[in-house]
């Protein structure tokens, strides 16, 4: 994937905008929310082939086991390397990069939210609102 040449400005933009919508499952999840940034960065749209699939956290989990991933970080290198994308260790994730916590937020049976790095800190949607976490 290729970002746009002013992709740090756009992922500005798009933080801005779904910090501001509600969270709801297959719309704006973790995952939704997630790549929707990656689009506004690259036109890259990784969860293009899951959109639309589920609406509960449930669901969520189903769409992740009919994929063949045993969790959402399998889910998460599964689609990663289908677009070209190499996997690095946390410490090596910059600004724009997609990151995985272990950290439940919501009802999420897996124990796991997908997020996108923005430098020292790593942004992720939950139920409640927007988290960062180191």
Not at 64 to 84: F, Q, S, Y
Request: proline residues 3%.
């Amino acid at each position: 994937m290729i970002r746009k040449q002013n992709w740090l400005a756009l992922l500005g933009a798009a933080v801005s905008v779904q910090i501001k919508a509600p969270f709801d499952y297959g719309k704006r999840d973790c995952c939704t929310s997630a790549c929707d940034l990656i689009v506004a960065m690259t036109d890259t749209d990784l969860m293009a082939e899951l959109r639309g699939k589920y609406r509960t956290a449930i669901g969520a989990v189903r769409v992740v086991k009919k994929t063949g991933a045993v969790d959402l970080l399998g889910l998460a290198r599964n689609i990663c390397a289908e677009h070209g994308c190499e996997e690095i260790d946390t410490v090596y994730a910059g600004v724009g990069d997609l990151v995985v916590t272990d950290q439940a937020f919501c009802d999420m049976a897996t124990g796991q939210a997908l997020g996108v790095c923005m430098g020292p800190t790593a942004v992720f949607p939950t139920d409640t609102g927007w988290v960062s976490l180191p």
